[in-house]
T-cell receptor
Framework: GQNIDQPTEMTATEGAIVQINCTYQ??????LFWYQQHAGEAPTFLSY??LDGLEEKGRFSSFLSRSKGYSYLLLKELQMKDSASYLC??????????WGAGTKLIIKP | GAVVSQHPSWVICKSGTSVKIECRSL??????MFWYRQFPKQSLMLMAT?????????EQGVEKDKFLINHASLTLSTLTVTSAHPEDSSFYIC????????????FGQGTRLTVV
């Protein structure tokens, strides 16, 4: 079956760095997305990786290893507004998004 | 980025009534739109894929007669929850892709449905 695993909850300190991991098992693979979702709101796009390696975009970076079925989202210089859920989603061979349950990130002052 | 507008943002309805949720792509044509529901602290659950001018493709376990989807134009898809019950209370979100199938999905604001 198809499966996405990511931690349920993480806690970090304002100004610090946090890495949110995601492992996936899908029927075929056409890329991996990371989305941010604040409580009660719709998800917003953060990143897309389809090739191995690190993609940097400001304070956020995303890494992909296709051979390991693994990705992570790295958040630097954490701000209080970064408190949210972070959803990992893999695109399978039918171009259907398979969603993880999300990682709730709690930022403490 | 592309804008997807979803309306209403929240709705309260009585048990047994029907509720229609609209999803519009404001600055692009969306040949395919997706409808999700999300329960508290859970991930997005795909309900159906809506293609313009054709019948929606429903995921297993989703009642097509209860959740009516219409995609009459390239910019509008609607989800109608018929004969709503309290267990239908949830957060419903639509999304649409722009361009190729491996591009990002843009989401509407979501609709919080409460059935009393």
């Amino acid at each position: 079956g198809q499966n996405i695993d990511q931690p349920t909850e993480m806690t970090a300190t304002e100004g610090a760095i946090v890495q949110i991991n995601c492992t996936y098992q899908t029927s075929g693979f056409n890329g991996l997305f990371w989305y941010q979702q604040h409580a009660g709101e719709a998800p917003t796009f953060l990143s897309y990786n389809v090739l191995d390696g690190l993609e940097e975009k400001g304070r956020f970076s995303s890494f992909l290893s296709r051979s390991k079925g693994y990705s992570y989202l790295l958040l630097k210089e954490l701000q209080m507004k970064d408190s949210a859920s972070y959803l990992c989603a893999a695109l399978d061979s039918n171009y259907q998004l398979i969603w993880g349950a999300g990682t709730k990130l709690i930022i403490k002052p | 980025g592309a804008v997807v507008s979803q309306h209403p943002s929240w709705v309260i309805c009585k048990s047994g009534t029907s509720v229609k949720i609209e999803c519009r792509s404001l600055d692009f044509q969306a040949t395919t739109m997706f409808w999700y529901r999300q329960f508290p602290k859970q991930s997005l659950m795909l309900m159906a894929t809506s293609n313009e001018g054709s019948k929606a493709t429903y995921e297993q376990g989703v009642e097509k007669d209860k959740f009516l989807i219409n995609h009459a134009s390239l910019t509008l898809s609607t989800l109608t929850v018929t004969s709503a019950h309290p267990e239908d209370s949830s957060f419903y979100i639509c999304s649409a892709r722009v361009g190729d199938k491996n591009t990002e999905a843009f989401f509407g604001q979501g609709t919080r449905l409460t059935v009393v």
